[in-house]
């Protein structure tokens, strides 16, 4: 039976920075998202829905699987977004009782504009975070060599 290693205060320091620098983002991410008229969630499912790697159906099932969250709750919140015109559901392609989500144009425009600050402040604040991820990850590799 192997030992358990406690990690040292560096390892710790290493992994609250990086949890402290993921939040930051996560914080802006939020904050951002309200000044535009959505809850985080909302446009978290705005960036799945359109971030879908080629070939993957956009379907509730799917979104939520993506999302972390239940089904009932994805359902949710295409209801809201539906309601505010950022979002339509559209039978499938190939399978009709298939319903698959889609954004409006309102709601491309409204991802765009969050897409862009996003990658604005990980470009002011990415550089800090992949420092903080990069220290974490240096203990593993040793730990690993040792």
């Not at 914080?27 to 080629?54: R, Y």
């Not at 956009?58 to 950022?86: C, D, K, M, W, Y």
């Amino acid at each position: 039976m192997s030992a358990i290693h406690d990690l040292s205060c560096g390892e710790y320091r290493d992994l609250a920075e990086f949890r402290r620098q993921i939040r930051k983002f996560i914080h802006f991410s939020e904050a951002i998202a309200k000044t535009h008229g959505l809850e985080p969630q909302q446009h978290q499912l705005l960036l799945a829905v359109h971030g879908l790697p080629e070939g993957v159906k956009p379907t509730i099932g799917e979104i939520a699987s993506r999302l972390f969250i239940q089904h009932h709750s994805a359902v949710e919140l295409v209801n809201r977004l539906e309601a505010t015109g950022a979002i339509a559901r559209k039978a499938g392609p190939e399978d009709k009782r298939e319903v698959w989500i889609a954004l409006t144009a309102a709601g491309r425009a409204i991802l765009h504009k969050l897409a862009l600050a996003h990658r604005n402040e990980l470009e002011r604040s990415g550089p800090e975070l992949a420092k903080a991820l990069n220290a974490t990850l240096r203990h593993a590799r040793l730990r690993m060599a040792s």
